[in-house]
């Protein structure tokens, strides 16, 4: 029998070439020369890359298919459930994705521990840490043993060979990188045995009927680690999000075959473990300090979830040089926008000041809704004078100073009414029908500060 062929690989974009040398397409995208890795060719026996999604199936009327909407499995850690777009769905191949140390493997460890309840048994395949490990971290979390299975093995082969005997309605794989095929020679974490290893998931997953959890590692610059086919071959893509030095952490859909991408989940890392965060706004504005200029109360949109945010500026004498401008939370070109409406359009002279803007509590907002609350945030700062502590902030905000409207404004009002504020300042154009709390409608942003800062 013929050698097989090589192909050289590259292990970031998965482009191949039958001679060694780096990826034409990573330097035209990057500048980036990566090396192309060798890989030796499986030989595939014809037929057996047919997926198994459904077996011997002929096309057949849309009316007849199978509705299968209700097998969802509800994991009981309801911020879980509320991204996977209400519960877990049999036979759907998730993908959990985050930086090291943000907490994956407490994540699917606590859903694990959560489906094993209502679902056993679940089979937790953990390829990266000993089994003890995970039993350390197990029982710092005061998981126990019932309907949960424990296994150390990162060969995929033996996995699979062995559902056939535990049979379990889920199961769990920490991580895709570091399991393996033995009939590819390829390293763990390739992209060669990622792409084979989640294709061979996803048959498992949709032949038997298996929800699957998968770890996936990211890179440097923020993407899943291995090719992109693995995001378009799962159901789910979700991204496990957080500062290293705070505590809450977002779980965000970026893919979702069985529900909407916008929602997040929010969960707080604490001593022992994952705690949901029903109500991330109290989380985030608990530390507000009263009457403190700079500071601006806004409400974002995060799917369907409203999430009030806190603001705040400090804009202070440039001590020399050219003015900085710091941001952290928010986009930065489009604050140093807003600040030259601000000096332009309100009159407020700034440019000779240093800016900082931050979100507290070490959020994140990337939303027009925003803009008048940093607009109005440094103006608060530059005046030394406090925005009032009961008043929200909305609006986008144009290179002329017009205040544009925003959507979904009655969630967010109904989201900081129940948080005990009292008054708005709104787009002009908003103000219409009946809204869960005073308004004040403006049009541009001197409007704006001529409302809140006199
Ligand atoms: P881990 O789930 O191992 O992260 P990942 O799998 O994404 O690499 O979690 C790692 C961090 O979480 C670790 O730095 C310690 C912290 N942690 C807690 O603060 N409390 C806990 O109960 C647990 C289990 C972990
Ligand atoms: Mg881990």
């Known amino acids: 029998m013929p050698r097989p062929a090589s192909v050289y690989r590259c292990q970031q974009c998965g482009f191949a070439s039958p001679k060694p040398g780096t990826c034409p397409d990573c330097k035209r995208a990057s500048g980036e020369l990566v090396p192309l890795v060798e890989e030796r060719a499986a030989p595939v026996a014809p037929g057996a890359r047919r997926a198994a999604l459904a077996a011997g199936t002929r096309p057949q009327a849309l009316k007849d298919v199978a509705m299968e909407r209700g097998d969802r499995t509800l994991t009981g850690i309801g911020e879980l459930d509320r991204v996977l777009g209400g519960g877990l769905v049999r036979g759907s191949l998730v993908l959990i994705g985050g930086d090291p140390g943000v907490g994956k493997s407490t994540l699917v460890l606590q859903a694990a521990r959560a489906l094993a309840r209502v679902s056993p048994p679940v089979l937790y395949v953990t390829a990266e840490e000993s089994a003890a490990q995970v039993k350390l971290r197990a029982d710092r979390l005061g998981i126990g043993g019932d309907g949960l299975l424990l296994w150390a093995e990162s060969d995929l082969g033996a996995v699979q060979a062995e559902l056939d005997t535990v049979k379990p309605r889920a199961l769990v794989v920490d991580s895709i990188q570091t399991v393996f095929l033995p009939e590819l020679e390829s390293a763990p974490g390739s992209v060669a045995q990622v792409r084979e290893c989640g294709a061979r998931l996803m048959t498992l997953a949709k032949g038997r009927g298996l929800a699957t959890f998968l770890v996936g590692h990211v890179t440097k610059d923020g993407s899943l680690a291995g090719p992109r086919v693995l995001e378009h071959l799962v159901d789910t893509v979700l991204y496990f999000e957080g500062e290293q030095h705070h505590a809450y952490r977002v779980l965000r859909a970026v893919k979702n075959r069985f529900g909407s991408t916008n929602e997040i989940g929010v969960f707080e890392m604490a001593g022992s473990g994952l705690v949901e965060v029903p109500n991330p706004s109290g989380f985030f504005l608990a530390e507000r300090p009263a009457e403190a200029p700079g500071s601006v109360v ?157």
Not at 302 to 322: D, I, M, N, W, Y
Not at 356 to 366: D, E, M, P, Q, T
């Open 298 to 454: 806004v409400s974002a949109l995060e799917g369907t979830r409203p999430l009030l945010l806190e603001l705040q500026a400090l804009v202070t004498r440039a001590s020399f040089g050219t003015p900085r401008r710091t941001v952290l939370g928010a986009d930065y070109n489009r604050v140093c926008l807003l600040l030259a409406v601000l000096e332009k359009r309100a009159g407020l002279p700034i440019g000779g000041q240093d800016v900082f803007v931050n979100v507290a509590g070490g959020g994140r907002v990337n939303e027009p809704a925003a803009d008048l609350g940093v607009v109005i945030a440094a103006a608060s700062s530059y005046l030394e004078r406090p925005v009032p502590p009961d008043v929200l902030v909305l609006g986008e905000v144009g290179l002329t100073g017009e205040v544009r409207a925003v959507n979904g404004i009655e969630v967010r009002l109904r989201a900081a009414a129940q948080l005990g504020f009292k008054t708005a300042i709104v787009p002009r154009s908003n103000v219409e029908g009946s809204l869960p709390m005073a308004v004040k409608g403006v049009a541009t942003v001197s409007d704006a500060l001529g409302a809140l800062l006199g």
